[in-house]
């Protein structure tokens, strides 16, 4: 019945003590700051999008590292994340093109309203 | 002593099967792996449609502001809130779970399943308003003058169709101006009358209600479904999706819930679940500014 100490090697890694409370109120504290943050009067778009992913990222490393106790894992957990982590950079930086030459035929456009068509 | 009373009654094989994995040198249980695995799988499924958000946001930044603007920022914010806590409720189940106290399970447990509940239940209120939601181009004929030209006027707000009237805003089109009603709405309304000057630049456009006068003709009308623009399409595709994964975690924490009340503790089975659970806090997280707020 009792514990044999063979799985002492998994649960180990369990056993970190995380005050789960002090990551709930950094989490809520975040929240109320990015709430905040939309409310300020930032002109630039990318200034505001950064801010908000810049928090986001802050509030998904703490969920990731310590609820799902990302941090106490072994190699193995880790080796699995990359590969998505890498498709999603990849996915991203191929979507490059796409961002800039949106922005540039935007301009295009609004200058064509801007002055009338001719 | 036959072979079934050598387990005590409380046994639970899945805490005592020695683990395949362990004598291989590798501590990670293959439960782990697997739920990690199907992870791996789910951030490649969301950051597709993140894909298609960064394309379509990208080009054409202004109807992402100003149609971000129609959404509730309240309803999400609290919503944020709830999936957090029901993180930490979850993170709690855990713990107890592991070690093994079956009232702490049982509460977080119920807990967590009530916030998930909550969260699907302000996200229904929210989908019933945007389908409530309708911009409308109607004409009017002016009354006791057969020669005058008929008047178009654009509502967005509310549509009650049994009063026939509309809570929200409206205002007079010029003829000469085409609209498309799928890129239109409060904000686009505001802008358009300061730029007509019918409105100060400080002031706001305030909600009142509008009702539609008899005789007059709806020419267009659209609902704030996914089909009225772009924008709205990335928003339910994006908070549909995880609407269901949210319905798919409370099938496993109703099951684990139950077992615990039937005197069944899984330590293994409640971290998995609650690896998946916290994932879908984590998109929320990413969703919430993405959609709401910038």
């Not at chain 1, 929240?31 to 630039?44: S, Y």
């Not at chain 1, 992913?53 to 990359?82: D, N, P, Q, R």
């Not at chain 2, 100003?66 to 189940?93: D, P, W």
């Not at chain 2, 008047?151 to 010029?174: A, F, I, P, Q």
Request: glycine share 8%.
């Amino acid at each position: 019945m009792t514990d044999a100490p063979a799985h002492g090697v998994t649960e180990t890694a369990h056993d970190h003590k995380v005050n789960y409370l002090a990551i709930f109120i950094l989490l809520v504290v975040l929240t109320v700051v990015t709430v905040l943050a939309a409310f300020l009067d930032i002109k630039k778009e990318w200034q505001k999008i950064a801010i908000a992913l810049a928090i986001a990222s802050v509030k998904a490393a703490a969920v990731v590292l310590y609820f799902m106790h990302l941090k106490f894992e072994g190699k193995l957990i880790y080796l699995i994340l990359i590969v998505p982590v890498t498709f999603c950079v990849l996915l991203v930086v191929s979507l490059l093109p796409d961002i800039s030459f949106g922005h540039i035929f935007h301009d295009f456009l609004t200058q064509d309203l801007r002055h009338g068509a001719h | 002593m036959s072979s079934a009373s050598t387990y005590p009654p409380d046994y639970v094989p899945e805490q005592h099967a020695p683990d395949p994995v362990l004598s291989h040198g590798d501590p990670t249980p293959p439960g782990k792996v697997g739920i990690w695995l199907f992870l791996a799988s789910e951030i490649m499924f969301f950051i597709g449609i993140l894909g298609s958000y960064i394309v379509i946001r990208s080009g054409w930044p202004m109807l992402f502001e100003q149609q971000g603007k129609a959404l509730n920022k309240v309803l999400a914010g609290i919503n944020t809130l709830v999936l957090i806590f029901s993180s930490l409720t979850m993170a709690l189940a855990v713990d107890a779970a592991r070690k093994g106290d079956r009232k702490r399970l049982i509460t977080c447990l119920a807990i967590t399943f009530a916030c998930a509940a909550t969260f699907m239940g302000i996200k229904y209120v929210e989908y019933t308003d945007k389908f409530h939601h309708y911009t409308m181009v109607v004409t009017v004929k002016p009354a006791g003058d057969e020669d005058a030209k008929p008047v178009s006027y654009l509502y967005d707000g509310h549509w009650d169709r049994t009063k026939n009237e509309v809570k929200g805003v409206r205002m007079e089109l010029d003829k000469n101006v085409p609209v498309d009603i799928g890129f239109t709405g409060k904000a686009w309304i505001e802008e358009r009358m300061k730029a007509e000057g019918k409105l100060g630049t400080g002031e706001k456009l305030e909600e009142k209600v509008h009702p539609i006068p008899k005789g007059a003709t709806i020419v267009q009308a659209t609902a704030y479904g996914p089909w009225k623009n772009l924008f709205l399409a990335s928003y339910f595709a994006s908070t549909g999706v995880h609407g269901l994964h949210v319905i798919g975690g409370m099938i496993p924490l109703a099951i684990l819930t139950i077992q615990a009340i039937r005197r069944k503790i899984f330590p293994r089975h409640t971290e998995y679940v609650g690896i998946y659970w916290h994932f879908v806090d984590l998109v929320w997280i990413f969703l919430f500014p993405l959609l709401y707020l910038i």
